[in-house]
């Protein structure tokens, strides 16, 4: 059974960092590539970051360059997203996501 769990979500005031993290069971984990993704209320959910299997290749979306980086660490089965210089824009449940299964989200709220 593939489980993913995120944690580290909260609330921040803009400018704010935070870094989230995903631990992965029930897989082998060092043979997927990761994702995180985001849906804000009303909205559609949207990719955040990927990253591949070995950690060589990442991607992000335009919204997200420059502030937000996202790594694994394969030996402890977790991928992480490190925000910073959070914006209230960035207010939205995070997911993290492999291969067609999805973590319950951890809610990010920044402030203005």
């Given at each position: 059974q593939v489980q993913l769990v995120e944690s580290g979500g909260g609330s921040v005031q803009a400018g704010?960092?935070?870094?989230?993290?995903?631990?992965?069971?029930?897989?082998?984990?060092?043979?997927?590539?990761?994702?995180?993704?985001?849906?804000?209320?009303?909205?559609?959910?949207e990719l955040v970051a990927l990253i591949s299997s070995d950690g060589g290749l990442t991607k992000y979306a335009d919204s997200v360059k420059g502030r937000f980086t996202i790594s694994r660490d394969n030996g402890k089965n977790t991928v992480h997203?490190?925000?910073?210089?959070?914006?209230?824009?960035?207010?939205?449940?995070?997911?993290?996501?492999?291969?067609?299964?999805?973590?319950?989200?951890?809610?990010?709220?920044?402030?203005?």
């Open positions: 704010g960092s935070l870094r989230l993290s995903c631990a992965a069971s029930g897989l082998n984990f060092g043979d997927y590539s990761m994702g995180w993704f985001r849906q804000a209320p009303g909205k559609e959910r997203l490190q925000m910073n210089s959070l914006k209230p824009e960035s207010t939205a449940e995070y997911y993290c996501s492999t291969t067609g299964y999805w973590g319950q989200g951890t809610q990010v709220t920044v402030s203005s």
